[in-house]
């Protein structure tokens, strides 16, 4: 298990054949707001690389990350400490789904890359850290919803990337847990592709009203999807380690 070298200077170790740290990971932590002063709390937090980025860019106050299989929440703790952020970051290996009341109300944030095939669909990966980070396995999206409407303050926020084909599950996952939808974020590979990706953000006991952004479009058309062929916007991204302000309604 060799250590992977990613943004903000962050040492990555992963375990063979789980999920491997990608574009989703990246925009999520780029896509939340700065809240320098609140507790944020990471769902599914495999290596940890969320929590890390978060903290690197001085996002959160502290996270609390939740992983379910020991093996991979261990891996995370040693990301943790290599990466100097003892203090700053908590790897708990626990069920999202079972988390002690004390929990309840105590975040500002709660953010999550979360699995996004169901657990019948697609053939499950022989290696069981991998399916269970892509198949709900573990809890599906009502289960994330319903978890971080509990442990977020009044007026918390939520931020998740998913799947587009998925995207009514995961609205009408929101409106059953007193999340409200404020911004959404549909990413693109080109401008000559369907979406691949979306971002959302919502506020727990927030007003109706969602801010729909325009498109994210990661690599210029017609050119290799390399970093050299990001577009402006995604250079943006890269650079700053958040979205341009055109993203983000205040």
Same mark, same amino acid.
Do not use: W
């Given at each position: 298990m060799a250590?992977?070298? +990613?943004n903000?200077? +962050?040492?990555l170790?992963? $375990?063979?054949?789980s999920?491997?740290?990608?574009t989703?990971?990246? /925009?999520l ?8 002063k609140?507790?944020?709390?990471e769902?599914g937090?495999?290596?940890?690389v +969320?929590?890390?980025?978060? %903290?690197?860019r001085?996002? &959160?106050?502290?996270?609390?990350? &939740?992983e379910?299989? =020991? $093996? +991979?929440?261990?891996? !995370?703790? #040693?990301?943790?400490e290599i990466?100097?952020?003892?203090? =700053?970051i !908590? ?5 999202i ?13 709660? &953010?999550s $890359?979360?699995?996004?095939?169901? !657990? ?9 850290a991998?399916?269970?980070s892509?198949h709900e396995l573990?809890?599906?999206i009502?289960?994330?919803a319903?978890?971080?409407s509990?442990l977020? #303050?009044?007026?918390?926020?939520f ?9 009514s599950?995961?609205?009408c996952a ?9 911004? %959404?974020?549909?990413?693109y590979p080109?401008e #000559?592709h ?9 506020? #727990? ?6 801010f729909v952004? =325009?498109p /994210?479009?990661?690599y ?7 970093n ?6 995604m250079?943006y991204?890269?650079? $700053?380690? !958040?979205?341009?302000?055109l993203?983000?309604?205040?």
């Amino acid at each position: 298990m060799a250590p992977e070298y +990613i943004n903000e200077n +962050i040492t990555l170790y992963q $375990n063979t054949g789980s999920l491997a740290y990608g574009t989703d990971a990246f /925009l999520l932590s780029a896509y939340m707001r700065r809240q320098a002063k609140e507790r944020a709390a990471e769902f599914g937090a495999g290596s940890g690389v +969320i929590s890390l980025l978060a %903290m690197a860019r001085g996002k &959160f106050s502290h996270v609390t990350a &939740f992983e379910i299989q =020991k $093996n +991979i929440a261990s891996i !995370a703790e #040693k990301n943790v400490e290599i990466n100097g952020f003892s203090e =700053k970051i !908590a790897v708990c290996d626990s069920d999202i789904r079972k988390l002690h009341h004390t929990y309840n109300g105590t975040f500002g944030a709660v &953010f999550s $890359n979360p699995p996004y095939m169901t !657990a019948t669909s697609g053939k499950l990966n022989q290696n069981e850290a991998d399916s269970a980070s892509r198949h709900e396995l573990n809890g599906g999206i009502a289960d994330f919803a319903a978890s971080a409407s509990r442990l977020l #303050k009044y007026g918390g926020l939520f931020y998740v990337v998913y799947r587009p084909d998925r995207l009514s599950e995961l609205l009408c996952a929101c409106a059953q847990n007193d999340l409200e939808p404020k911004r %959404m974020t549909l990413v693109y590979p080109t401008e #000559k592709h369907v979406p691949c990706l979306v971002l959302l953000e919502a506020k #727990k006991n927030g007003a109706p009203g969602i801010f729909v952004t =325009k498109p /994210l479009i990661i690599y210029q058309s017609g050119k290799p999807q390399t970093n050299e062929n990001y577009t402006d916007d995604m250079k943006y991204i890269y650079e $700053n380690g !958040a979205f341009h302000e055109l993203y983000q309604r205040l």
